[in-house]
Structure formats: structure tokens, C-alpha cells
């Protein structure tokens, strides 16, 4: 499978930032980040019938009863290995689905799941979302993925968790706390403790490397950022960059990306710069900085314009 | 007058449902898509302009529009007419060939304007021609077209925070790049709408939701009590209805901004432009 070389290659350059992680459950590709703690980490690409959308990072956690899975991949088959690597793990069953956002890395692998009954779980605000864009993702899986994409879908949530409040989901001796926050990454992100290692499951909260996607609130992203560096956890898994990375140290790069794309933002703004101008003038030097910058920056600045200029 | 805008777009509704049923949806640009394109074309016209015939526009109108669109809820369009079409102009249409409701917008000069610039920020659903028609006084229909790839990634056509849309509902913006407009001189003005501008949807399959539809029908703008620019939209413009265009005439007259959505809300803004100095 040429997919699991570059991937392996990616968790290679991610290790460079913590000790390496143990390996476990067998060839599936998880990494075991924390006792119990288990992520499948994506390629830093586009989706593509290569890599089956597997390009962010998605896991499991396992209690001494039940299985939560965070986000359940980004297609079918993606979703297909990550249920492997669960079995190939444990054979305790997958009692809940939690899905960390509404972009299609992170939920069209749901399909791979429907046959289990789970409780899904989201923020408040994910129904609306799925119900305007699941269809256009479904399409655009077909146009970049091809029959790879076949059979993709996410799963509809069963359990909704409110903004600002908490869901404490018991998995036998261990206690998973799922936070939803105010618009960030998207207007409906929702976070993942784990209180027995301290691992802090912030999926696309967090980018490492691989640089952010705009698609909620700018000042909304910092403040929730600042908000959760007080929280006290080890490590954090990003939904894009290593499966884990010490916490909050590694939200240094992504916090100053993000100040610099504001304040130039406003700056183009207050020029009269406009908008379809504006993506040469912002924080390209920052841009630079980070992967896959030329397919995402000039969108961030756009949606940081339309954003800002309502201020 | 509300209630008659668009008055074919039942018809233009079913011509894009046949198109989306296609094999072919979403390929590129490949030249195997090209007839298919070309056809869905010459549908959209007829069901727009009925059998009047069009002819390219050549130089007449310059038509830009990003070859890889980077957000697919606020894909920036520009038109420009040559000098010597603005006084024969009097409307233009705005068509994005694969959305599900194609025609974006009609830009309708007043009295005391004209179509020398237009911009606005539209949706694009897929890979698609975005076409600009121009119709001049004495009924010739002049047009040109743009290729659009969609966005990638996690980008969609309804915008990532439309709450804050919803919340500021009604509130205008009014931006002067080049300063107020002076005698003789055409300057650009840019005027905005905060509005969530959703299709909404019936009964969504996968999370039974419905949303009820909300999109701006149509912006009026005067200057001096005189009609400048009237468009009539729907929810092919992005979220934030945003419009850009020239205004000429003496400063320090009163702009003023009248906008009516599907559910009948109107909305106003008026500004006054000072005199410069």
C-alpha cells in the first residue's frame, strides 16, 4: 500500500518533536500516543484515491468497558482500517463515535461504522453544518477520489454537547470529558480530555506543520486557543501534524500564524486593499512556513477578510 | 417588482437539476466536457433570453474571475465594460452555469448610473463557466465567459460562520476606496449587506434538519434621489451580499441603499458623501 509509506514517513517527521512513540496493533498504523490513547495519523496531502482522504488524524480511546472512536476518517476505507486497528487492538465494543468537526477528513469515514449502533456525538451546531455541506463533500470525494470515494457518508449525530457545556463519557474506569466551544476552526468544534494521561484531543483545533483552514472565526480561534492553554494536559493530538505533541508548547506556531494573518488582514482592509486582492498582501513570509501553504493560505485570508470587515 | 424578479427561474431550476443529474458533473475541464458545457449553455440561455440571439462580446466586457477558485462561498467576480459600450449598456446578467439556481444576478442601471464596473462575491458549486451578458439599449446581447475550478479541501459554498451573518442581520456597509465622487469623475463604491443569503433547505436526508430559506431579492441604490443601480439576486451571491460599482456625480448628495429579501425584509442604509476637502 504506497498510502502507509508516506504516512509512515510523515510520523517519522513528526517524532522529531517528542521521544518516539511506541508502535502498537500490529501493522493497522496506529500510534499508541498514551497508555489507551491511539491515533491513526494522516499524510500531509490532498485527499486523493492514494491516500483516501486519510490526510488527518483520527483515533480511538479505550476504556476498561467500551471504545470511543474521535472522528471515524475521512472515506470508507479509511474509516475500514481505523475499524481494524480497533479490533486489532481490543476486543472491547465501540460504544460512541465523537466527531470533532463537520470537514470531511474527519466524518465521511462514518459509513464504516453504521453497522454498530453507536452513539454519535457532536457539537450543537454540527447538524446544521452536515445538513449544508455533506452532500457537496460526498460530491467533491467522488471528483478528487474517484471510486475510492465510493460508499463515503457521515454517520448523523445522536447526542449533541452545547456550547460551553461538557459531556462526560464514562468508558469504564476512565472518563473522556468532550468540550463545545464557541466558533474557532469552524462555528462547531468540539475538543476531547482524556484526564488519565492528560491527553487533550484537539483535533483540527490544532495544526502542526501542515498549515491551518479558516472556516469558523479568527479572534475566535485565539481566544479558544488561550482558553484551552490552561488546560492541564501532557500532550495534545492535532487534527493535522504529528499524532501527538507536547501541550501547549506546540500551539506556539498555529497562535502566531494566526496573529499574523489577523493583523494583516485588518491591515488590507483598513488599505482598501480588496478581496480578491488581499491573499497576495497577507502574512505570505508566515505562510510560508508551513505545508500545503499555496492551497490553503489565499482561503484564510479570505475568510479572514469577510469576517473582519464586519468589525 | 419584487415579486417579478427572476420570472423564469422555475424553468432555470430544471435546467440545472437535468444538468447535475449528468454523468459528466464536476470533471474539469476536460475536452470530453465540453460538448456537454456548451449544450448546458445554450439551455441556460434560452431559458434566460428565450431565442434572442447573442453574440460574443470581443472586448467589450472584461471579465474577471480567479481560474482556481479559493473558497467556494466567496468566489470574487469582476466585470469591466469598454469605454465606448457603457452608454449602450443598460443591463447585464450574471451567470454561474453549474450552480443550482444559475443566474447569479441581473445588474440593472438607473436613470443616473451605469455598468462601467461591477463586482460581487458569488458561490460556485463545481467546476463551471461563470458567463457575463451584456444587453444594450437597442436589444444586441453581448457575451463572455470565465472557466472557474471549485475549491478543495474543507471549503463549501455556505460559509463557516453564517450565526454571525444571521446576528447582524440588516446591517450595511458602504466603503469609498478612491475617496467620495467628484464632478466628472467616476469613482468606485462598495456597498454591502449583512445577511446569511441561504437557499435553506427542505428536510435534509442525513440529520432531518430543514432550514428555511433567506436570500436578498433585490438592492436598490440612489444617489441624489436618482436611481443608480438596481440588482436583482438570489442565493448564488455569497453570504454578506457585497456589491461593487461606479458612482458619478457632484459630492456631498445622500447614497442610499434600499435591499428586500425572499421574506420580505427590507432593509435601508444612507450615507452622505462628503465633499472631498
Known amino acids: ?311 | 417588482m419584487i415579486r417579478s424578479a427572476f420570472p423564469r427561474r422555475p424553468l432555470l431550476l430544471g435546467a440545472a437539476a437535468a444538468g447535475l443529474a449528468g454523468p459528466g458533473l464536476a470533471q474539469g475541464i476536460e475536452p470530453a466536457e465540453a460538448p456537454r458545457r456548451a449544450e448546458r449553455w445554450r439551455d441556460l440561455k434560452e431559458a434566460i433570453f428565450g431565442d434572442r440571439r447573442t453574440e460574443p462580446a470581443g472586448n467589450a466586457i472584461a471579465l474577471e474571475a480567479p481560474a482556481r477558485a479559493l473558497d467556494a462561498a466567496a468566489v470574487p467576480i469582476s466585470l469591466a465594460l469598454a469605454a465606448e459600450v457603457v452608454p449602450q449598456v443598460r443591463a447585464l446578467y450574471l451567470v454561474i452555469d453549474e450552480n443550482p439556481s444559475p443566474l447569479a444576478a441581473r445588474f440593472q442601471a438607473g436613470p443616473s448610473g451605469d455598468l462601467r464596473v461591477l463586482s460581487t462575491r458569488v458561490r460556485v458549486d463545481a467546476y463551471s463557466f461563470v458567463h457575463a451578458v451584456a444587453e444594450t439599449a437597442d436589444g444586441r446581447l453581448l457575451e463572455t465567459a470565465r472557466f472557474v475550478k471549485a475549491a478543495g479541501g474543507c471549503s463549501a459554498p455556505v460559509g463557516g460562520n453564517l450565526e454571525a451573518a444571521r446576528q447582524r442581520m440588516g446591517r450595511m456597509r458602504m466603503a469609498l476606496p478612491e475617496g467620495p465622487p467628484a464632478a466628472g469623475r467616476a469613482v468606485p463604491v462598495q456597498v454591502a449587506l449583512s445577511h446569511p443569503n441561504t437557499s435553506g433547505l427542505q428536510m435534509d436526508q442525513l440529520t432531518r434538519l430543514s432550514i428555511p430559506a433567506e436570500f436578498m431579492r433585490e438592492l436598490v441604490v440612489t444617489y441624489r434621489g436618482a436611481e443608480v443601480l438596481r440588482i436583482e439576486s438570489d442565493i448564488a451571491i455569497a453570504e454578506n451580499p457585497t456589491f461593487g460599482f461606479a458612482l458619478l456625480g457632484e459630492p456631498g448628495g445622500e447614497l442610499r441603499v434600499v435591499a428586500a429579501d425572499n421574506r420580505e425584509r427590507r432593509f435601508e442604509g444612507s450615507w452622505t458623501l462628503a465633499s472631498a476637502g
Not at chain 1, 78 to 94: C, E, I, K, M, N
Not at chain 1, 103 to 122: C, K, N, Q, S, Y
Not at chain 1, 209 to 228: K, M, N
Not at chain 1, 268 to 289: D, L, T
Open chain 1, 1 to 311: 500500500m504506497p498510502a502507509f509509506g508516506r504516512r509512515a514517513l510523515m510520523a517519522g517527521c513528526g517524532a522529531a518533536l517528542l521521544a518516539p512513540p511506541p508502535v502498537s496493533g500490529g501493522d493497522t498504523g496506529v500510534v499508541e500516543v498514551a497508555p489507551g490513547v491511539f491515533v491513526l495519523p494522516g499524510v500531509m496531502e490532498e485527499a486523493s484515491s492514494a491516500n483516501l482522504d486519510g490526510i488527518g488524524n483520527v483515533g480511538f480511546v479505550v476504556g476498561e468497558a467500551a471504545v470511543a472512536v474521535i472522528d471515524p476518517g475521512g472515506s470508507l476505507a479509511h474509516g475500514q482500517r481505523l475499524r481494524q486497528a480497533v479490533s486489532a487492538v481490543t476486543p472491547l465494543p465501540v460504544r460512541h463515535l465523537v466527531l470533532s468537526h463537520v470537514h470531511p477528513d474527519h466524518v465521511m469515514g462514518g459509513t464504516a461504522f453504521a453497522d454498530l449502533g453507536v452513539e454519535v456525538i457532536g457539537h450543537a451546531g454540527l447538524p446544521a453544518a452536515l445538513a449544508q455541506r455533506h452532500d457537496f463533500y460526498a460530491a467533491m470525494l467522488e471528483r478528487e477520489m474517484g471510486s475510492a470515494g465510493k460508499g463515503s457518508g457521515a454517520l448523523a449525530p445522536t447526542r449533541l454537547v452545547e456550547p460551553g457545556q461538557e459531556l462526560a463519557l464514562d468508558l469504564g474506569g476512565r472518563v473522556l470529558v468532550l468540550t463545545a466551544h464557541p466558533p474557532a476552526h469552524t462555528d462547531h468544534d468540539l475538543s476531547a480530555l482524556d484526564r488519565r494521561t492528560g491527553t487533550l484531543w484537539l483535533a483540527d483545533l490544532l495544526f502542526v506543520e501542515r498549515i491551518p483552514s479558516l472556516d469558523g472565526s479568527l479572534p475566535g480561534w485565539r481566544g479558544v486557543l488561550a482558553a484551552l492553554g490552561a488546560v492541564p494536559a501532557a500532550r495534545a493530538v492535532p487534527g493535522h501534524g504529528p499524532a501527538a505533541v507536547p501541550w501547549p508548547g506546540a500551539a506556539g506556531p498555529l497562535l502566531r500564524y494566526l496573529d499574523m494573518l489577523e493583523r494583516e488582514t485588518r491591515a488590507a482592509i483598513a488599505a482598501g486593499i480588496g478581496i480578491a486582492e488581499a491573499p497576495s498582501h497577507v502574512a505570505n513570509a508566515e505562510a510560508a512556513q508551513w505545508r500545503l501553504a499555496e492551497a490553503y493560505h489565499g482561503r484564510n485570508v479570505t475568510a479572514a477578510y469577510r469576517e473582519l470587515e464586519w468589525e
